[in-house]
């Protein structure tokens, strides 16, 4: 196995940047976040993805665990395979919306709901947690989230 040279800052902070300092999926914000955003690996290392920027994004400690080594995942609609989002090259609002109370997301596409599934978006307890607190703080959702005439 050839060891696996570390991604460079440069690197790391295009990507953190681009990734406007939110999670991919839950678009949890670094700012209120008690831990640094991990990186994710999209296409995870463990399926043959690389450290190659093109397969890097940000993600919550809580994502990330949950997405773990997932690529695809039943959506609960259809009993259909269907891969994950992709936060690179997918538009969230195309996929995914906040539900009223702003704590639980609705999957708009199949793309959204197997998401939702495997990451266990509306239903980690200690995330629901935190993401009610900062609906009540106003710092929830991020108004990118929403749509224009409400935002
Ligand atoms: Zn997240």
């Given amino acids: 196995m050839i060891p696996r040279k570390s991604i460079p800052p440069a690197v790391l902070e295009r990507v953190r940047q681009a990734a406007g300092f ?10 209120y976040l008690g831990a640094r955003l991990e990186i994710d690996h999209i ?3 463990a399926k043959g993805g690389t450290d190659d920027e093109s397969n890097l994004w940000l993600a919550c400690p809580i994502c990330n665990g949950h997405k773990s080594d997932k690529t695809t995942a039943i959506d609960p609609e259809t009993g259909q395979s269907e891969a ?4 690179r ?4 609002t195309d996929h995914f919306m906040w ?19 495997a990451l266990h978006l509306n239903d980690d ?11 009540s703080a106003g710092w929830h959702p991020p108004k990118e989230d929403l749509p224009p005439d409400t935002a």
């Fill in 22 to 31: 939110r999670c991919g999926y839950c678009h949890t914000q670094q700012k």
């Fill in 43 to 45: 296409k995870p290392l």
């Fill in 84 to 87: 994950l989002f992709n936060p």
């Fill in 89 to 92: 090259t997918q538009v969230w």
């Fill in 99 to 117: 539900d009223t109370d702003y704590v639980h997301l609705l999957g708009l596409t199949s793309t959204g709901r197997v998401t939702i599934a």
């Fill in 125 to 135: 307890p200690d995330a629901l947690i935190a993401r009610m607190n900062w609906v």
